[in-house]
Nanobody, 121 residues
Framework: QVQLVESGGGLVQAGGSLRLSCAAS????????LGWFRQAPGKEREFVGS???????SYTNSVKGRFTVSRGNAGNTLFLQMNSLKPEDTAVYLC???????????????WGQGTQVTVSS
């Protein structure tokens, strides 16, 4: 079992930056893939980016070059650095853990509660 707690959401103007954190705990959490998803009102949950357990990473096209996923030195914190934010980035951002290397939300097994990110124009 893995517990995930997000933090760092808030209000930001378009073009600004925000850094989200996800604290992971539980047995063998470092063996899981860790990733970020987001869900806006009326939209399906969307993959944002991930730090795969093998060390590589993936990003959805809409955030490439703007967002960066990284792990803390201890490996128990997942970060999402968001730069050049756009109003369309507004959503609840959730961190997730799973053992299948796949960007589909359905294959991820553990989820945090989410943190709201609102980007104003």
């Amino acid at each position: 079992q893995v517990q995930l707690v997000e933090s760092g959401g808030g209000l930001v103007q378009a073009g600004g930056s925000l850094r989200l954190s996800c604290a992971a705990s539980g047995r063998d959490f470092d063996t899981y893939h860790l990733g970020w998803f987001r869900q806006a009102p009326g939209k399906e949950r969307e993959f944002v980016g991930s730090s795969w357990s093998g060390g590589d990473s993936s990003y959805t096209n809409s955030v490439k070059g703007r967002f960066t996923v990284s792990r803390g030195n201890a490996g128990n914190t997942l970060f999402l650095q968001m730069n050049s934010l756009k109003p369309e980035d507004t959503a609840v951002y959730l961190c997730a853990a799973g053992w299948t290397k796949n960007t589909s939300p359905g294959v991820w097994y553990f989820w945090g509660q989410g943190t709201q990110v609102t980007v104003s124009s």
